[in-house]
């Protein structure tokens, strides 16, 4: 999901100035990690049926008002659970990545920082983030590389090299894993967004200061103040 955060006195989700201000403050404080709240995947599935709404005039109201719910559960959920989300060791190994470039880290490093072995820190690190550490250093690595497709003019094969991958080739076909799409068609329909290299990292995903249209986005959906951008796994 990417969300636009408004601007100083801008309306947000049908909010007033006042309170779009204090959201937005809100979702940019968010932590990169912490427990979800439990009805999560119920929000999302509800803020995409409201493009399935019977009447037409009210849906874009209604997304509105369910990405609202979403966010805010998700802003509780980040300040009550934030010191109970990851074991310690995790935690320490993840705030190391913090200024760091994911393709200048090597598994051992992490370990080390986390005072673990390698072996049981790879074993706690699934357990903990639901996927081993090396796919999400690759993940890291592929979200670098994105903001660089929509952020400068650099070509594609440097892009692909300065974030670890072996080849223009290897990068193409992790990012078409990841976005669903190949990096120059990425860039094609993403070219016009601007501020593109200021994301905001938490809830388990990132969140993009953008305003153009998401391309293929419902109408219902891309007339609202938020945009979401479904990205395959």
Known sequence: ???????????FLGLDPGESKALAKALSQLHRQFRAPPNLRALFEAALASEKLADV??????????ILELLLACIESSG?????????????ALQSLEGNSADQIKLSE????AGLSESYFKMLFRQSMG?????????????????????TSALITDIALTAGFSSSQHFATAFRQQYGCT?????AGHASWPDAGQPLHGAGATFHPIEAKIPGAAPAVAQTDLRWERIRR
């Open 57 to 66: 005039r009210f849906r874009a109201a209604a997304f509105k008002s369910r």
């Open 1 to 11: 999901m990417q969300v636009r955060l408004p601007r100083s006195s801008e309306q």
């Open 131 to 151: 996927m081993p550490p090396a796919e999400f250093l690759r993940v890291l690595r592929l979200e670098r590389a994105q903001l660089q497709l929509r952020a």
């Open 80 to 92: 009550r659970n934030r010191q109970l989300s990851l074991p310690k060791p995790i935690a320490r």
């Open 110 to 113: 992490l370990a080390a920082k």
């Open 183 to 187: 990096p120059s068609r990425f860039r």
